[in-house]
């Protein structure tokens, strides 16, 4: 009787179990039947074009031709939005040309140097046995001592691989010597056997009227030695920039000086007689890399026009930076200079001894009498002419220049230096010679009050990128903003579906488990 009994159970637990899971298929189906109805009734009423239309065809033809034209415009969609992305993360610009006008312009500074660095009459200075009270400033403790030399004129006489006759070979010797003495010198002497601002500079003048030649700052140059700075930018005493800003063009409202070059004081390693002109508006003019020579003998207009770029920093293709004025690495120049001395160090043990504005004194200088350092030195600069550098030096993001456009013409006449004379000699005109061989005159003023402005933009904004992006899913497969927010909610029913169907499942299985 008890066996018959727990048989009955056991046959009516089977039962029950049976029951619960042909209850729980039902549920399955009918989750399935749920989800494929209601993702059924999304397809139908898409505002996807090609998907409405594959489930309200009947054909099976149509159904596939649609099925196709869906699987070309996206592939086409995905396609150009590729293009346009890969473009767009290349970070492309467009350069903008502006002019503007403006009713005044703030003068530039203007740097003045002699070709010739130092006075001859001084040479014997530089002997061990000169005569000190000749050679003596009288002022030998106020400045250090410790300057380089230009590159490009160290090559002109002496190269590694240059072969040089008795002449040229004379000539870099004696230039060798000097530059070996000359380096020696402190800084007050170097600046003391130059030529100074009063014999340099005869007559200054600006918008007509006399300008005192007290206001220049004095600026050492390695190739050049004095030189000096009207309107300069790091002068404290003053601030002339509402003083020196010009209204009009014409040489009127420039800037007129007449130089005295000194020809007869010229060394012999000095080639070339006249003057530098460096116009800039930087606290660290380049006589050598942008300056303009002066020819004595002639009157030089030098007109000038204000041009400002305007670059911008990364990601954008020039990665321009904004070089600090208070480091030492002032621009893109000096950054150069600063990466070509790191590669002399690594390669020959010494550095060039060319630079002057950055901080190597304590490092060894390569020995100009040494064919070794000579030639280690020349083959880092060929080597880096071919291959290139690794030196991160960028554009400056922010340039300000003048164009500058020259004219010369014979100065002074005859007429002119002979002026108020009746009766002119022989000795007169020798007088003539003799001055234009030394003097030149130069106005500097401005053609234009105009300002042109090139300045770099993005291709591409953000909102430019939401644009196109629309443009192409609109072009290929009909789409917008709301239709973007169907698709999402059609995603988001078949996700939440497929999750309550699974999570059923799973309950009512493991729920069956344990029954058992």
Known sequence: ?????????????????????????????????????????????????????????????????????????LVGCCYYIYRFMDLYFTYPIKVTLNIEVQSSVNFPSVTVCNMNRMKSKYEPCLASDADFRKCSTGREHQFGSGFTFKLPERRNFQSCYSQLNGKRQKDADNFTEFFEKYSELKQVKRRFYGHQLKDLIQSCSFRGKPYDKDQFSYFFNARYGNCFTFNSCDDDSYDPKEELAVTSTGRESGLELILNVEHEQYLPISHTIGGRIVIHNSLNPDPEGSGISIIPGYETDILLQQTSILRLPAPYKDECVFYNDDSSIKNQAACIESCLQDYNLVKCGCIEPEFQDLEYNDLKKCDMKSSTDMCCLDGVLNYLAIHGTNCSCPLPCVTEKFTEHTTMATWPSGAYFFRGGSNVTNKDWDSLKSYRASHAKINIFFTTLEKIVYEQKPCFHESELLSHLGGELGLWLGLSIVAVFELLEV??????????????????????????
Request: net charge positive; glycine share 0%; proline share 0%.
């Open 1 to 73: 009787m008890k066996l018959l009994d727990h048989l009955c159970k056991t046959n009516n637990i089977h039962t029950k179990t049976q029951v619960d899971d042909f209850n729980a298929i039902q549920r399955n189906v009918k989750n399935e039947k749920l989800v494929n109805s209601t993702l059924k009734s999304k397809f139908k009423n898409s505002s996807i074009f090609a998907v409405s239309q594959i489930d309200r065809s009947e054909k099976l033809y149509a159904k596939l031709l649609w099925m196709l034209t869906l699987s070309l415009t």
């Open 491 to 516: 995603l988001f029913c078949f996700a939440n579906c497929v999750y309550v169907t699974a999570s059923k499942t799973f309950f009512t299985n493991a729920h069956a488990k344990d029954r058992l």
